[in-house]
């Protein structure tokens, strides 16, 4: 299976708002709403800050949040902050019952 | 509360089988959770490599099917991940999760970092 395509690198001032695009196909993020995101800082483990496309976890700033359009999911940061500096990695459910992630974004608040 | 750790040999000689458990504390690894093994690369990204339900079989990343094995010890209360014929490219931090009512990876463990040498 093919890992979904993400952006490799995104950054932004703080304040600002900066989007991330996860792109699937119809085997994936097109079939399913079961699009989630993690972050994870540089040596931490990974850490689910969306789920179901658009829900937050109890915990999580409603500065992140959650899409789907098509085959594309997205992940956007608004107010961005310099804790927000890390990787991101998007993740779908498959048609084939498995999941796959994302190729990973780095970003940077400038 | 749901929490895991993982526990193996942190090298394995190339064309070896790397062997690693999944200790489950606070339910049941009979619960109505998916247990899943993940794995990271140094410097790159994550890379999903199977779960598993209690009552079975359990799913592969196709890529690695032909190698893997995934299992669940009900008697330990812990589940485990085989690997073998590896190469350099199978190492990596190998992460253990779980998912419950949702499709996310809600619990992580802290991370095995399995090297592949000689």
């Known amino acids: 299976q093919s890992a979904l395509t993400q952006p490799a690198s995104v950054s932004g001032s703080p304040g600002q708002s900066i989007t991330i695009s996860c792109t699937g196909t119809s085997s994936d993020v097109g079939t399913y709403t079961y699009v989630s995101w993690y972050q994870q800082h540089p040596g931490k483990v990974p850490q689910f800050i969306i789920y179901?496309?658009?829900k937050r976890p109890s915990g999580v700033s409603n500065r992140f949040s959650g899409s789907k359009s098509g085959n594309t999911a997205s992940l956007t940061i608004s107010g961005l902050q310099p804790e927000d500096e890390a990787d991101y990695f998007c993740s779908s459910y498959t048609t084939h019952n498995t999941l796959v992630f994302g190729t990973g974004t780095k970003v940077s608040v400038l | 509360q749901v929490r895991l750790q993982e526990s193996g040999p942190g090298l394995v000689k190339p064309s070896g089988t790397l062997s690693l458990t999944c200790a489950v504390s606070g339910v049941s690894v009979t619960s109505t959770h998916w247990w899943t093994w993940v794995r990271q690369p140094p410097g790159k990204g994550l890379e999903w490599i199977g779960e598993?339900?209690?009552?079975?079989?359990?799913e592969y990343n196709p890529s690695l099917k032909s190698r893997l094995t995934i299992s669940v010890d009900k008697s330990k209360n812990q589940f485990s991940l085989i690997l073998t014929s590896v190469t350099a490219a199978d190492t990596a931090v190998y992460y253990c999760a779980s998912r419950g009512d949702y499709v996310v990876l809600d619990v992580w463990g802290q991370g095995s970092n399995v090297i592949v040498s000689s």
């Open positions: 179901d496309v658009n």
């Open positions: 598993i339900y209690h009552t079975g079989p359990p």
